[in-house]
């Protein structure tokens, strides 16, 4: 996926505006900003073109950590290029497919601003929005049904001794069943050796 033809905003960056991007692996596509059923947005009665990319800043990770959203520069009678308008870490934008059948996905920031964009389809690539749809799966893998129970790291362990002072005497102000000492003292010590 990221061995890719150099897109428009790869090659801009490759100019060394932005160093972190030069040598990084990305993948990109040109989008149309529409609304949730699908019209096209208008902005100054011209259709809103985003250039969406996804890359990885850092050859070491597995995964790409960065969303980048470019707009067209424009001159009343040309157009200069792109100009980079987001740079957002992953962390904090869910990306989803809205439609697949009219190739839409669902960018959704952690602010809950959310935007949809419908891929905007060239004649020379084919099969394109497959690569966001594993692009998404990729960021977002399905959960197991097992998966939902937490374990607790051994780091995150509480230092209880102070309570045990406080819940003894409280103990002793109420009528007690008889336990078996060792095995209290068995568990105590398990739950607060870190």
């Keep these: 996926m990221f061995n ?3 897109g428009k905003l790869q090659r801009q960056l490759y100019k060394g505006e932005y160093s972190t991007f030069k040598s990084a692996p990305m993948f990109e596509s040109d989008f149309i900003q529409v609304s949730r059923r699908g019209e096209v947005i208008d902005v100054h009665n011209a259709v809103q073109m985003v ?3 996804i890359v990885c800043t850092c050859p070491h990770l597995v995964l790409p950590d960065v969303l980048l959203l470019a707009t067209q520069k424009m001159r009343k009678t040309s157009t200069l290029g ?3 308008r987001r740079l957002l870490p992953l962390r904090l934008v ?3 497919i809205h439609n697949i059948q009219k190739q839409r996905l669902c960018l959704k920031l952690v602010t809950g601003c959310t935007f949809y964009l419908q ?3 060239r004649s020379d690539v084919r099969n394109l929005f497959a690569y966001w749809e594993k692009v998404v799966y990729m960021l977002n893998p ?5 998966s939902c ?7 995150d362990t509480l230092d209880l001794s102070a309570l045990t002072e406080e819940n003894s005497q409280e103990a002793n102000a ?3 069943y008889e336990q078996d000492e060792d095995q209290v003292s068995i568990i105590r010590k398990i739950h607060m050796d870190p």
């Design 94 to 96: 869910k990306l989803s």
């Design 149 to 155: 129970t937490h374990a607790i790291p051994t780091d």
């Design 119 to 121: 891929l905007y389809l």
């Design 51 to 53: 250039t969406v990319g």
């Design 82 to 84: 792109l100009e980079l």
């Design 4 to 6: 890719t033809p150099m």
């Design 174 to 176: 109420f009528p007690s």
């Design 142 to 146: 399905p959960v197991e049904a097992y």
